[in-house]
């Protein structure tokens, strides 16, 4: 990733901004967010990362539930054998 100038009249070359850059070209950042992930750095290190709601959505969507991951787990029906330890209860907190 390349640093860009910190003069916000600077537009970045590629998918990194400096934050002064980001701020003063907020709009513009969101454009450019449309077309793929936008990265904002503060003193010279990612710091932020600004994607499209469209792809915000497609990442943190859920893709099943923990019954049907566990289901299908490659362990089911594997006949473990399991040892469950004995030990005594630990006391109650206060």
């Excluded at 003063?24 to 969101?30: F, G, P, T």
């Excluded at 990612?46 to 991951?69: C, D, H, I, M, Y």
């Amino acid at each position: 990733m390349a640093d860009h100038s910190t003069a916000p009249d600077t537009p970045p070359i590629n998918d990194t901004w400096t934050l002064a850059n980001a701020k003063a070209r907020l709009s513009e950042l969101v454009d450019r967010a449309q077309t793929g992930p936008q990265v904002i750095t503060r003193h010279g290190k990612p710091n932020a990362v600004v994607v499209s709601a469209q792809e915000w959505a497609r990442k943190t969507a859920r893709k099943g539930t923990l019954a049907e991951f566990l289901l299908a787990s490659p362990l089911r029906g594997a006949d473990l054998e399991l040892d469950r330890v004995h030990d005594t209860p630990r006391d109650e907190m206060p």
